[in-house]
């Protein structure tokens, strides 16, 4: 047994990847003391000449709660095109630089993405989960396929999928089904859809899996398309205190309009809608709640007609 949990100990080494981020919390949480946590979960697009010379970016972009007091889980898909701050990104110009958030990752890694998520909705991020596409694949595979019920019909790059139907996908279906964008009458809402979907799949099919060997086989599956900064001590406390919270699931999308600024398109959220989210997920949290006042404040803010403090002017 030992040599069991030492061996899932170096599988987990391999791809812990710690980073620094604005401190959003006045006490550091403890996972021993089953206190609420957050996740982001980052899904890593690299594909093609340009996007890894970049080094990718986050196309997709969840926060995720787990509160084990109230025994609830909480998603909240942030839209990839959605207009922020790049927090730390170094500019000539001013000292603050706004973009659309999936860009942060490409401009200053996952640290960069982390800050960036964090000050768009005023939350802490506890610990994150980054995976590409080509990991992604490999994680479904290596637990069997995941059940997912699809919520219409389409087909994407070779996979068929029907409304209604309940089935069991493998990795390269799973990339189809979570990828798929312009031909959802609802756009990358629906996506965002459906990749929660897939998020929430997968978890539940890791949760029913047992034994540390066959823990450690899944991670070495993904190997270095997927980093991490949880520890085996932290997966240890995850499992211990807080399963019984990752059945109950609250899942939310960000409304928002679209915009063109210098003929790019951003996806704009209203600071109300932020500081609906920032709370619902502050409060799963046990934080205290915040006003419109404690939110960033952007020039796009300022051209659909809110003032330095989120009010509207007159």
């Given amino acids: 047994m030992w040599r069991a949990y030492d061996h899932m100990d170096s599988t987990l080494d391999a791809v812990f990847y710690g980073v620094e981020t604005r ?3 006045k006490d550091a949480v403890s ?12 899904g890593i697009d690299s ?6 010379e970049m080094g990718g970016r986050s196309d997709t972009i969840i926060v995720v709660t787990i509160n084990p007091q109230t025994k609830q889980t909480t998603l909240v898909s942030i839209p990839r095109d959605s207009y922020t701050e790049m927090v730390n990104y170094q500019t000539d110009i001013n ?6 958030i999936t860009h942060a990752y490409a401009f200053g890694g996952t640290e960069m993405a982390l800050n960036s998520i964090q000050e768009f909705l005023n939350v802490p991020v506890d610990h994150y989960v980054e995976i590409n596409m080509h990991g992604l694949e490999y994680l479904v595979d290596a637990i069997g396929g995941i059940e997912i019920t699809s919520p219409l019909t389409f087909e994407y790059n070779g996979a068929s999928f029907k409304s209604g139907d309940t ?14 964008r312009y031909d959802d009458p609802q756009g990358d809402t629906g996506r965002q859809q459906r990749q929660q979907l897939v998020i929430k799949a997968i978890i539940d099919q890791l949760l029913s899996i047992e034994g540390i060997s066959n823990y450690e086989a899944i991670l070495s599956s993904v190997g270095m398309s ?36 210098e003929d790019i398109y951003y996806y704009y959220v209203q600071p ?29 803010d300022l051209q659909f007609g809110y003032g330095g403090n989120g009010t509207l002017a007159k």
């Fill in 167 to 180: 089935v069991t996908l493998q990795g390269w279906e799973v990339l189809a089904f979570a990828r798929m």
């Fill in 23 to 25: 401190d959003k919390r």
């Fill in 226 to 261: 997927m980093r991490t900064n949880l520890t085996f001590e932290n997966l240890v406390d995850i499992q211990k205190y807080y399963s019984d919270s990752i059945t109950s699931y609250e899942q939310y999308l960000i409304p928002g309009v679209g915009m063109y600024m």
């Fill in 47 to 52: 594909y093609g000449d340009e996007l890894e």
């Fill in 95 to 100: 000292n603050e630089y706004n973009d659309k």
């Fill in 272 to 300: 109300e809608e932020r500081l609906r989210i920032s709370n619902l997920l502050r409060e799963e949290l046990g934080l205290e709640q915040v006003s419109v006042d404690d939110l960033n404040f952007s020039d796009a």
């Fill in 31 to 42: 996972l021993s003391a089953a206190q609420p946590i957050s996740f982001a979960l980052l």
